[in-house]
């Protein structure tokens, strides 16, 4: 007698619908321990307190807010949002503070690298310290990588480099007065080697008879990444002021700028209820 081959009587399964919620669940219930291990492994400065968690007597200035798209798009009259200008008059009164044993102060405004916010804290500065009666210069000195004339809308670039190739004879007379009250020498238009400009007797001649006019120069310096321009305009400088950008700088940048011994700006800081994906 053949037998009759046994069949497996087919099990009922769960329904799809709840095999689908389940893997919701699972993935979500995932993601607080995925962003715990990331926050681990993510070595980026997200707000001044990271700094301080790293160096307790880090000498942390402020934290300037991020700006938006279209707040950025405005160019200078974002020193004058609120809660950005209440930031950057609490910083240049600091400053203002740790240079008054020097008659003329030029406070040189740098960054561990490229895209940390300098030339957002030197107008800022800038526009802060000329709003307390203060004759200000802002001095741009980074050659390679020139951006004051465009944010403040000057037509005319005319200045460092120009004043340098002797294609102007006073450099006063490349210094422009903008709507905020500060005057400001741009990098200038003449094409020219940064380090030989910037290691130049014609530049260090024109700085020491700019500070004798101003009650202030704020420098908008190269990256301590360009290192030898880097420290031919460090050598003018009566002070520094180094800015890390939130969400960009890390843990080595802030160890390179607290072994210098400079004080430090936050830049770019999320406002409360806004998600990043950096602490």
């Keep these: 007698?053949?037998?009759?081959?046994?069949?497996?009587?087919?099990?009922p399964g769960l329904p799809k619908m709840v095999l689908v919620f389940l893997f919701f669940c699972i993935s979500l219930a995932m993601v607080p321990g995925a962003l715990y291990i990331w926050s681990l492994i993510d070595d980026r400065i997200g707000r001044a307190d990271d700094v301080r968690k790293i160096y307790p007597d880090a000498d942390v200035l402020g934290a300037l807010p991020r700006l938006d798209r279209k707040q950025k798009a405005q160019g200078l009259p974002y020193v004058e949002i609120p809660d950005f200008k209440a930031v950057a008059d609490d910083i240049a009164m600091a400053i203002q503070v740790s240079v008054r044993a020097n008659a003329h102060p030029v406070v040189?405004?740098?960054?561990?690298?490229?895209?940390?916010?300098?030339?957002?804290?030197?107008v800022a500065l800038a526009s802060s310290l000329v709003a307390s009666s203060r004759r200000v210069l802002l001095l741009e000195l980074d050659i390679r990588d020139s951006s004051v004339a465009s944010l403040l809308g000057l037509v005319d670039n005319t200045g460092v480099t120009d004043y340098v190739a002797g294609n102007v004879a006073d450099v006063t007379k490349a210094?422009?007065?903008?709507?905020?009250?500060?005057?400001?020498?741009?990098?200038g238009s003449t094409r020219a080697s940064s380090l030989a400009v910037l290691s130049s007797d014609e530049l260090?001649?024109?700085v020491e008879r700019l500070r004798q006019l101003y009650d202030i120069?704020?420098?908008?310096?190269?990256?301590?990444?360009?290192?030898?321009?880097?420290?031919?305009?460090?050598?003018?400088?009566?002070?520094t002021v180094s800015v890390l950008r939130a969400g960009s700088a890390n843990y080595a940048d802030v160890r390179s700028v607290q072994q210098a011994g400079y004080p430090i700006v936050v830049n770019a800081v999320a406002r409360p209820g806004i998600l990043t994906l950096w602490k």
């Design 1 to 11: 007698v053949i037998a009759a081959p046994h069949v497996m009587k087919k099990q």
């Design 108 to 122: 040189m405004v740098t960054s561990p690298r490229p895209g940390q916010g300098r030339t957002t804290l030197a």
């Design 175 to 187: 210094v422009q007065h903008t709507s905020s009250g500060f005057d400001v020498l741009t990098a």
């Design 204 to 206: 260090r001649q024109a």
């Design 217 to 239: 120069v704020i420098v908008d310096a190269p990256s301590a990444r360009d290192v030898k321009d880097f420290e031919a305009v460090s050598t003018l400088a009566d002070a």
